[in-house]
């Protein structure tokens, strides 16, 4: 009984430092191509001052809004574009017998958010500056913030959660697109309609329920995720 219950103790451990060693290992991947990271934020730099050659100096508020959220949209599909080391035949066949789907699935699901966190929060601050901004107040841009970071955090969920079935079921970045599309309108719209309230002058409280609802999509995405990956682990 002793031998059972210290193996259960063990498991959570065991999960946690999988999950830590996968995560670790995929900064260091990252950091060691410097040009896959530059080419996000610059990206996405470049992406923002076209939509200031566009709009002008200051741009409309609806024009303003839906501008950041097409810009994030975008960013984070160019996130997930690239080919991960890990889904190459030899590096699969080792981690199929070494980690859980679960664990692995868990640290691609934590990278993307750091990475689509740090990627929006650029996104961001670029629109501040080319765009100026006259529609946000001092706690407005918080809140606005708050919602940037909640919706590349769903976005970082969902897209990870693809991007895994996709490279397993071989179907690369064309399946990405297609499943994706359908799931993440919903996203969109949340993050449009709650960025839309704020600039309107609504209340914060009044429109809180839509981060709420942000984060409600988030653990969706990654629960489903963490249900069906494990079906085409060892495929």
Known sequence: THGVGQSRMNRPMSALSNIRFLLHHAIRVELRNRHGIAGLLVFAVAAVYTCYQATGTYAEQESWNALAWVVLLFAGFNAVSKPWADDEEGVRAFLV???R???????RTLYYMLLLGTVSTVTFAAFLLFLGM?????????????GVLLTSTALASLLAML?????????????IAVLGLPLIIPVILVSTRYGSDLMRGIA??????????????????????YILFPYLWRD
């Open 97 to 99: 017998h070494t980690v």
């Open 101 to 107: 789907p679960q664990d692995w699935l868990i640290a």
């Open 134 to 146: 006259d529609h946000l107040s001092e706690w407005t841009t918080v809140h606005y913030y708050a």
């Open 163 to 175: 991007q895994a079935l996709a490279s397993r079921a071989g179907g690369g970045f064309s399946l």
């Open 204 to 225: 914060f409280g009044d429109t809180a329920h839509h981060l709420l609802f942000l984060a409600t999509l988030s653990v969706g995405f990654s629960a489903l995720g």
